[in-house]
């Protein structure tokens, strides 16, 4: 995204920035990859939680979480208001986060007659996004393109069941479908099914609340911390 997007003015000088870098910290092993075609000294080092102490969700409320930027295409807003039309009624889309989409987006529910499946909180801070997390049931992401996630790392570490599009940081997250659902990018009717079995089955909710919070020791402060200092006491 950064190569073929953001930096393609000046592509150029960072690629001559990335090659005379004494170190390069991607997010994803993927990117390390790529990164260490230009730079051999290239790393990957996650992105640690910075939620303290979370609450760990019952996924017993009907509440499916989304948060994140009310960006509309790159987290695919337009996706959530498709998957919205299709749950049961008894269920709600808790959305929390802020952006310059956030009017067009309340009027994409509104003119989509959503107002009461697609619940707008704006942004929340610590202690209300870790109260916020507790209630949820389910997360999902709907982005379009995700280089990390960590509204996915905060979410495991509460409890939650994730289901996400196959984006590169996701599927890096969920090692591909062990930790969480990853679905064919783009596939709303598939993401529909696989939101639908785990509204349905709390049994299933639990099966994957323990795999969400297994995978979440990963992202652990300490221990990436611990990787971060080997790297700057190295130069």
Known sequence: ?????????????????????????????????????????????????????????????QNIIFVGRIEIEVKGLDYLIELAKNINPDWKIQVAGEGYDTEVFKDLIKKNGLENTIIMHGKLQEKELKHFYSTGSIFISTSRWEGFGLV????????????????????????????????????????????????????????????????????NNENIIRVWKSILNSL
Request: charged fraction near 25%; glycine fraction near 4%; charge should be neutral.
């Open 1 to 61: 995204i950064y190569v073929n997007n953001y930096y393609r003015k000046y592509l150029k000088y960072y690629l001559e920035g990335v090659q005379k870098a004494d170190h390069i910290v991607c997010l994803t092993k993927n990117d390390q990859k790529f990164f260490e075609e230009k730079n051999s000294k290239s790393i990957c080092i996650y992105n640690p939680l910075t939620l303290k102490d979370p609450i760990i969700s019952d996924i017993q409320n």
């Open 152 to 219: 996915i790392t905060e979410a495991m570490s509460s409890g939650l069941p994730i289901i996400s599009f196959d984006n590169l940081g996701p599927s890096e997250i969920l090692a591909h479908g062990q930790f969480g659902v990853l679905v064919e990018k783009n596939n709303l009717e598939v993401f529909s099914r696989e939101l639908k079995c785990l509204m349905d089955s709390q049994e299933q909710r639990k099966e994957w609340q323990q795999k969400s919070l297994l995978r979440a020791r990963d992202f």
